[in-house]
């Protein structure tokens, strides 16, 4: 039954194999159709003259939305063993990488972040606990701070002595009640629903969330109080009235998944909401270019942080979002001194919508090393109290949160894991636009899977779980506020890295 | 080439840890008492400590040479008593220095040689720098170069007394009975990890600046990262070290009150910050956005004093005892109730002070500031 696949834009047979297999058990199949009407990418066919459904496996990209859906638990999907001559150098990706291009002659491109097995080094890194000689503290009788404030701090504050007045000036600081935020994610990117139920969520659970380069839909200005505004370098959906209603304003740099170059919403996925959101006509490519065209150096920089200040009254927080890169420690430092508020760090791990896969797989360093080496520099500077990190890029769980806090951020961001909570299997597919979760699509049809209610509560109840966890490990360790644990490296013992990756880490081996 | 670090943490730990017993009593009259008090009440906490420190702090001590940095310092040869005697005759103008007198028989461990100077900074000091800061710099060169010496006192009209061994036997080692001063703290001291070296024992000081502690602090990695912003070199590896030098910065450098310097060693709660009248909100806001890293966690009772004033704080969920003690012109602060009823039975008023509440009494002004506050939880 399998037609003869062909490349979409060059008509070429494919000599790709399948990857995925997809199992159904006939006898539990009842041929209702759900399975058929899931799928983002046509997998599933009713066979009009058996009246069997039967599937297109070479299309399946194993998001497993069949497999949550269909009612009587038929399906499966498994891995496409097929096995070529096993070649440490040739391997399957590789091959098939190369077929690829030859039937398109274009550039691989690829959602979500970097796959390959590069070293987790939140994997070896082990936390303290108390023991005798000071009491572990337990939450659930005793309080348990997880408050941060995102924005610069002064070198000193100056009181009156007499009426306790507080004399210096301070800049303007979002108070957030878990140190966990979610990472930009345009509307375009993602479905409205999903920035809906993130703005949400955010509310809810006294932090933020960030709408990414595309702007922001007026349906959601309600949620301004909770929201970052991002502005990137197509500028897209950048106004007087976006600026006022933001909590705080990221001027978006590079982004851990694309170090370096710039972003393509192609033209299907700017339906009428995105088009009058993005300030753009209907259909067509948004691009935005690899660098901001005003910002060819630091001190241009400078100038657009201050730019943002003014229009915006210094009312709020200006940061500026840099992917993790080489000279990240030297360039953040450049940053501070511009006048960022807060530096985002976007590690190898950083996810996207779209980026050329082999930017995905080959750019940036992991966002472990450019944390623990940004801290150093900005304390060794001095000044690292004038501005708070923000770090993300494969941020998993509650573990990696508090490792990263031990490490020296202020707060982390999230946003692959945001999407997990509401039902990404990660099956790296948001550039064909085609999201069976209805999450990075903006066709009608698939979007409406994303019911804002539900997906707000599964945000919720993943940043309350995570909260939870962290204060069971910060009481562990004797501590009862957050800020107690940034940049507290002691509490942090390493396994199985080299003294070089140890040094840059700050951090001693297990056992020392 | 000698370390202090390494004497003070030989097996490179993390950090110094130590528990303790801590015992502090202020005349707010200003009158000057002799020691026997005190040393007997640090001696009936004999068990809170393990016979590797004890130490005293004492105030209005030399009213001779009261305008005089007094320089206590321990040296380990000869040789470096020569060459630090040298640095200090180019650093200072020296008006009088002398042998620390001792009771060679008294039951301590391997003393040093001890003794004190009486100095002036006069013209040594750079241009626009401060007498204060001439004096600190100095005494972190000495304490981190490369002789065996240490700079153990440098405060004007006070001292600080400390060795290894318990804290009564310290005091008899020093002839402490002999002193008088109208403020005392003392300190016994039960180290885990440490060695016995001298220089570790308590008070730690600064200038005037004296602690004790009793405790374990979780948060000293961030302390110290956020201290070394400041220049500060915590050689020595103890969250006294740590808690001395926010002390320091807070209160001489940043010209903070005392009690405000408190909130942030041991800061409100959000919560309780949240139900404060918005001017005192604004202020607490401020103080634990910017001093954050300063926030001790984990358990502590500090006595910190300094010229007039004596102040006593635990952490703010008190998981170190203190308890305080008013008779007459006499204000107590102890770990233990017990050490103050052997001194003074007929107490005017005796209490536990909240967590992180911090008690501050100060001479001449009689009414130990806080102390309302106290009474009215």
Redesign the interface.
């Known amino acids: 039954m399998a037609s003869p696949k062909l490349c979409r834009r060059t008509q070429l047979k494919t000599y790709l194999p399948t990857k995925f297999i997809v199992e159904r058990d006939q006898d539990r199949c009842i041929q209702c159709g759900v399975c058929i009407r899931q799928c983002g990418w046509g997998v599933h066919e009713l066979d009009e003259e058996d009246g069997v459904v039967r599937s297109h496996d070479e299309l399946c990209r194993a998001c497993h939305r069949c497999v949550s859906f269909c009612p009587t638990g038929a399906l499966n999907i498994r891995e496409n063993t097929l096995s070529y001559r096993r070649n440490a150098n040739w391997r399957g990706e590789v091959i098939e990488d190369i077929l690829r291009q030859a039937e398109s002659g274009g550039i691989l491109l690829t959602g979500m972040g970097n796959d390959k097995e590069y070293p987790i080094y939140w994997d070896h890194l082990l936390l303290n606990a108390s023991q005798v000689t000071n009491p572990s503290i337990d939450p659930l009788r005793e309080p348990m701070e997880l408050r941060t404030y995102l924005g610069a701090k002064p070198d000193r504050l100056e009181v009156d002595p007499r009426t306790l007045e507080v004399k210096t000036p301070l800049s303007s600081q979002v108070g957030l009640e878990v140190p966990i935020m979610f990472s930009a994610m345009s509307f375009g990117a993602i479905s409205f629903n999903v920035h809906e139920a993130l703005a949400r969520a955010a509310t809810e659970a006294g932090t933020l969330y960030n709408t990414g380069e595309g702007g922001l839909d007026r349906r959601l200005y309600g949620y301004g109080d909770h929201t970052i505004v991002q502005v990137a370098s197509g500028r897209f959906g950048v106004h007087q009235d976006y600026l006022d209603v933001g909590r705080a304003i990221e001027i978006k740099i590079g982004q851990g998944a694309k170090p370096g170059i710039g972003g393509h919403l192609p033209g299907e996925k700017v339906s009428a909401d995105v088009a009058a959101t993005r300030m753009i006509p209907r259909g067509t490519d948004a691009l935005s270019p690899a660098p901001h065209h005003d910002i060819y150096s630091i001190e241009d920089l400078a100038q657009l942080i201050y730019a943002l200040k003014e229009a915006t009254n210094y009312s709020k927080p200006v940061g500026v979002k840099i992917a993790a890169v080489h000279n990240a420690a030297a360039i953040a430092s450049g940053v501070v001194r511009a006048g960022a508020d807060y530096v985002a760090l976007d590690g190898l791990r950083g996810a996207t919508g779209a980026a050329p896969k082999v930017i995905r797989d080959n750019v940036g360093i992991p966002i472990e090393l450019a944390l623990a080496s940004v801290d150093r520099r900005l304390r060794q500077e001095g000044i690292r109290n004038r501005a708070s990190i923000v770090v993300g890029g494969g941020i998993r769980n509650s573990g990696d949160v508090i490792k990263a806090i031990a490490l020296g951020a202020d707060v982390v961001y999230i946003a692959t894991a945001a999407l997990i909570a509401i039902g990404c299997h990660v099956c790296q597919s948001c550039h064909t636009g085609r999201c069976s979760w209805g999450i990075s699509t903006t066709d009608p049809y698939l979007a409406k899977r994303i019911n804002p209610d539900i997906a707000t509560r599964r945000l919720v109840n993943l940043l309350r779980g995570w909260s939870l966890e962290i204060k069971e490990m910060l009481g562990g360790m004797g501590i009862n506020a957050l800020e107690s644990l940034r940049g507290n490296r002691l509490h942090l013992r390493a396994v199985g890295l080299t003294e070089a990756e140890m040094n840059i880490l700050g951090v001693r081996p297990a056992g020392s | 080439m000698f370390d202090n670090q390494m004497r003070a943490n030989p097996y490179?730990d993390?950090?110094v840890?130590a528990?303790c017993s801590i015992f502090g009593m202020i005349d707010t009259s200003g009158k000057r008492v002799g020691g026997q008090g005190v040393i007997r009440a640090i001696a009936n906490m004999h068990d809170r400590s393990n016979g590797l420190g004890g130490g005293f702090g004492i105030y209005g001590l030399y009213p001779e040479l009261s305008e005089q940095y007094a320089l206590h310092v321990m040296y380990g040869d000869r040789a470096s008593q020569r060459a630090v005697e040298e640095y200090l005759r180019e650093s200072f103008d020296v008006v009088h220095e002398e042998e620390i007198p001792c009771r060679r028989q008294a039951r301590v461990h391997k003393p040093p040689l001890l003794r004190r100077y009486f100095v002036d900074v006069g013209s040594h000091a750079a241009f626009g720098q401060g007498d204060d800061d001439y004096v600190v710099q100095r005494v972190m060169e000495i304490n981190g170069g490369s002789h065996d010496a240490f700079v153990f006192s440098s405060g004007k009209d006070m001292g600080v007394f400390k060795g290894v061994g318990y804290p009564e036997d310290v005091a008899d080692f020093f002839r402490l009975d002999e002193y008088q001063g109208y403020l005392w703290t003392a300190h016994g001291r039960f180290p885990?990890n440490s060695q016995a070296w001298w220089g570790g024992a308590h008070p730690f000081s600064l200038l005037d600046l004296t602690v004790v502690h009793n405790?374990?602090i979780?948060?000293?990695?961030?302390n110290k990262?956020?201290l070394?912003?400041?220049d500060y070199q915590c050689t020595l590896q103890t969250d006294t070290e740590v808690i001395a030098y926010a002390l320091d910065l807070l209160l001489r450098?940043?010209?903070?009150?005392i009690e405000?310097a408190a909130k942030v060693l041991a800061?409100p709660?959000?919560?309780e910050i949240d139900r404060l009248e918005p001017?005192?909100r604004?202020?607490y806001i401020?103080?634990?956005?910017?001093?954050?890293?300063l926030?001790m966690?984990?358990?502590f009772t500090i006595i910190v004093a300094r010229q007039g004033e004596m102040i006593g704080l635990t952490d703010?969920?008190r998981?170190r005892p203190l308890t305080a003690a008013i008779k007459d012109d006499l204000f107590f602060l102890s770990s233990e109730e017990s050490a103050i009823r052997l001194i003074s039975p007929d107490l005017d008023r005796v209490w536990t002070p909240l967590g992180g509440e911090p008690l501050v009494a100060r001479v001449r002004s009689r009414e130990a500031a806080g102390l309302e506050e106290a009474l009215v939880a």
């Open positions: 490179g993390d950090k840890m528990a885990t405790g374990e979780s948060s000293y990695g961030s990262a956020y070394e912003m400041y450098r940043h010209r903070l009150p405000l800061a709660l959000w919560s001017r005192e604004a202020l401020a103080l634990r956005q910017t001093y954050g890293s926030l966690n984990g358990p703010r969920i998981l």
